[in-house]
């Protein structure tokens, strides 16, 4: 049973224009949403995070909403760029318990020149 | 620092035969994790480590899987006998902080034929 959801495996979208990227999980206990970004042939890198005490986070062009109630979270790209293309992890975790994350599917965004 | 560092990078077997993956972590980072990512799953968490100690297997997927961590500085993932249905890229990751930022290595390809 997957916690963490990510229903679009791709999205394409036009240079300039805002990238959204969607992720829903189901377990309540978890606490603390990190994005990841992974370029092909290489390792995940740390995007964005948020904790669940706030709604937004914002870092330049990258900005991650958190709606608790409806468990859902987003990563807003804006304006996109060509070097934004890569596949997007949404990850969850529970601080203060178990160290574990636990990652979405992924979305591969394209970012089209 | 060089970051984390897999080895190797891609390993081509047949089914049947032993496959040894190895991870040096950051040094001071107190967790290790061991992750596969497949089209089917996306990242699936196999097992981590705290201070060495292995914490949760759970994601292991049968006992023909096994890790190691000896010391601070070295961890191995064994897959004996391996199978066609192994074939992934396996990702080592370390991290300071419960449920934190994941320092990912850039992963090993194995096939298994």
């Known amino acids: 049973d997957q916690q963490v959801k990510q229903n679009s495996p791709s999205l394409s979208v036009q240079e300039g224009r805002i990238s959204i990227l969607n992720c829903d999980y189901t377990n309540s206990m978890f606490d603390y949403f990190l994005w990841y970004k992974k370029y092909p042939a290489e390792g995940p890198t740390f995007l964005i995070s948020i904790s669940s005490i706030k709604d937004k986070n914002e870092d330049g062009r990258f900005t991650v909403f958190l709606n608790k109630s409806a468990k859902h979270l987003s990563l807003h790209i804006v304006p996109s760029q060509p070097g934004d293309s890569a596949v997007y992890f949404c990850a969850a975790a529970t601080q203060g318990g178990s160290e574990k994350l636990v990652f979405g599917k992924g979305t591969k965004l394209t970012v089209n020149p | 620092d060089a970051g984390v560092i897999q080895s190797p990078r891609h390993e081509v077997t047949e089914m049947g035969q032993e496959v040894t993956l190895r991870c040096k972590p950051i040094s001071g980072h107190n967790s290790l994790f061991w992750y596969r990512q497949t089209m089917m799953r996306g990242l699936e968490l196999l097992i981590y480590?705290?201070?060495?100690?292995?914490?949760?297997d759970s994601g292991m997927p049968e006992d023909r899987f096994s890790a190691k961590m000896p010391n601070a500085s070295f961890s191995t993932l064994k897959i004996q006998p391996s199978e066609p249905r192994d074939s992934a890229v396996y990702f080592c990751?370390?991290?300071?902080?419960?449920?934190?930022?994941?320092?990912f290595g850039e992963g090993s390809r194995l096939t298994v034929l």
């Open positions: 480590f705290n201070n060495n100690v292995p914490i949760d």
């Open positions: 990751a370390a991290n300071w902080d419960p449920g934190g930022e994941l320092f």
